[in-house]
Structure formats: structure tokens, C-alpha cells
């Protein structure tokens, strides 16, 4: 991946980041009995506001977390309601996904590998510290960022890395998997829509021999991503277009896979058991949809379902 269309994809996770904050923080004011989303915004304080001009390379992504860091603390800064709320509910959704893992299995059974992980804090967190072995792959400037402005974990390994280049990451990351009897989560946050097909498919065929024994029960995945419900989706091309348009990215899967069943296929394991479903489906079946929704002054509701129903939580 060549230096544009890096600073472009590291771009969207700065957006991504600013709107993780201001979600964080309407989270902690609902939740008001649970520490974990103050405490998280506590760590966030620290990682936006650490400062370190020995790397110049350091000092420019650090900028841009300094950009991100003044637009949360800013009145004037306001997001659409129903992104702050698709992030929310992408947070909700993913925090339950790895509790529930963890409550099944124990986390000194379980080892999570978070591809793209970029500005996530939440195996900073102490309820990870149990977990077995974690390790998060990132560009570069991502990874020594989050190294330098949080303390280290002993269970937390980083892999600086471009995923794109496959030999290469694999050739880092399996001398630090621990393979035996372990429960292995693979955890990608929007991040299979942007490898090209051929490179996820690699990846496939990677995981799915990481786990040499047991795959139906050691191998599992929790995936965030947008999805095409039909063939010439036309909220899909309108993303597509967008993004290709304003940020020189392109969406490899988006185009080409447009089914639930074609994409569930991509993870060539039939072994595996998935449950699926749309942000919108998950939304409904909380019993707290409507203080979310009303946290977030949401009326659009016809919006709102277009956008949820074309971003899935995915677990096996």
C-alpha cells in the first residue's frame, strides 16, 4: 500500500476515533452504575493527549490524534445522530461478543488477534488482562503511537505491519501465537471490506491453520463490517463512490460479494457454526433500544434502518 492511500485509511480511523469518544461518553452517562466506559474514556484522555517529538514520522500521526483531540473537547463539533449511534451500538456489540467468550471459555483459554485495531483501547482494559495472549496489528505509526502513550501489558503484543503484506505478517505474527488447546478469536473491526478479495482469502486459509485441532470449537471470529444485501446495492455504490471519490479507498468485497450466504463462504470452514446479524436486528432486540435511541434524539428511523441493516456482527 503506498504512503496516500495509507494516510487516507488511517485517515477513517481517525474519524472513526472521534466518533468512538463522543459515543464513549453518551454510553458512560447511560450507564451510569458501569465504570468501564469512564474508565475507557479516562485511558483515551491519556492516548489523545500524550505528546513525543523524537520520531518525525511519530510527530505527524500525532497531529492528526491532536486534531481528533480538540474536535471532542469542542461544543461546536456535533455528529449525526444515527452515526453516533451505529457507533454505539458497533461498541455494545463487540464488548458483548468478546464477554460472552470470555464468560464461556475463561480468558486464560482464549488468545485474541485484532487485525487493524488502529485507535482501540479496549484490551487496555482490565478485564482482558486475564486473556491469555492478545496482539494487535497495525500500521507503524499506530502501533509505536499506542505503545509509547499507554503502559504496557504483559498479555498485549503489537505487530507493526501493513496487512496487505501477508508473507510478511504472518512471518511476525505466528512466532507469537499460542497455538495449543487455545481458543483463538479473530477480531476485525471495518477492515475485511478494505482487503483486496485474494488477501482476505489468504488470511482465511491462515487462520483456519492456525488452529490445527478442534477448529469448530478453538476458531473463532468476531467481525464488524458493511455488507451488500443485493446485487447494484445502491446505499453500497453510494458508499463505494464516496469513499473512492473523497478518500481514494476502495471497498474490494462490496462490489463483488452480495449476499449474507457469499459472504459467510469467504471463511472456508463449513465446521464453523455463525450467527449473524444486521446492527439494525441487534438494535431491536435490546431491551434498552429506546433510551439508546432517545440518548441520541434519533427520529429518522427510516434512515436509521437503511444504514444499521448494511453493517453486520458476525461471531462464530
Known amino acids: 500500500m503506498n504512503s496516500f492511500e495509507k494516510s487516507n485509511l488511517q485517515q477513517t480511523d481517525m474519524q472513526s476515533l472521534q466518533s468512538r469518544i463522543l459515543s464513549l461518553k453518551k454510553l458512560s452517562s447511560l450507564y451510569t452504575g458501569n465504570q468501564e466506559y469512564t474508565n475507557l474514556l479516562k485511558l483515551y484522555k491519556k492516548y489523545l493527549n500524550y505528546k513525543d517529538t523524537s520520531s518525525p514520522f511519530l510527530s505527524v500521526f500525532a497531529k492528526k490524534i491532536r486534531k481528533v483531540n480538540r474536535a471532542t473537547q469542542s461544543q461546536l463539533v456535533q455528529e449525526s445522530p444515527i452515526i453516533t ?136 471470529y468476531v467481525i464488524y463490517d458493511p455488507v451488500a444485501l443485493s446485487k447494484n446495492d445502491s446505499f453500497i455504490n453510494i458508499m463505494c463512490d464516496n469513499l473512492q471519490k473523497f478518500n481514494n479507498l476502495q471497498m474490494y468485497s462490496l462490489k463483488n460479494i452480495d449476499t449474507i450466504d457469499d459472504y459467510l463462504a469467504r471463511f472456508k470452514n463449513k465446521d464453523l457454526k455463525f450467527d449473524c446479524k444486521n446492527l439494525w436486528d441487534y438494535a431491536a432486540a435490546r431491551d434498552d433500544k429506546q433510551k439508546l435511541f432517545k440518548l441520541c434524539l434519533v427520529d429518522e428511523f427510516e434512515e436509521l434502518k437503511l444504514l444499521l441493516s448494511h453493517y453486520i456482527i458476525l461471531n462464530s
Open 85 to 220: 449511534l451505529g457507533t454505539m451500538l458497533r461498541i455494545l456489540s463487540i464488548d458483548q461478543s468478546l464477554e460472552e467468550k470470555m464468560l464461556k471459555y475463561g480468558p486464560e483459554n482464549i488468545q485474541i488477534l485484532s487485525f487493524g485495531a488502529g485507535s482501540d483501547l479496549r484490551f487496555q482494559q482490565d478485564k482482558y488482562s486475564k486473556c491469555s495472549n492478545i496482539i494487535e496489528l497495525d500500521f507503524k505509526e499506530s502501533i509505536d503511537y499506542k505503545q509509547k502513550s499507554l503502559p504496557a501489558k504483559n498479555n498485549i503484543k503489537y505487530v507493526a505491519c501493513d496487512l496487505i503484506n501477508i508473507d510478511e505478517v504472518i512471518s511476525s505474527l505466528t512466532p507469537l501465537l499460542q497455538k495449543k488447546h487455545m481458543h483463538t478469536i479473530i477480531l476485525m473491526e471495518c477492515l475485511l471490506c478494505y482487503l483486496p478479495i485474494n488477501i482476505a482469502d489468504a488470511y482465511f486459509d491462515f487462520f483456519n491453520n492456525v488452529v490445527t485441532e478442534n477448529k469448530s470449537e478453538l476458531l473463532h
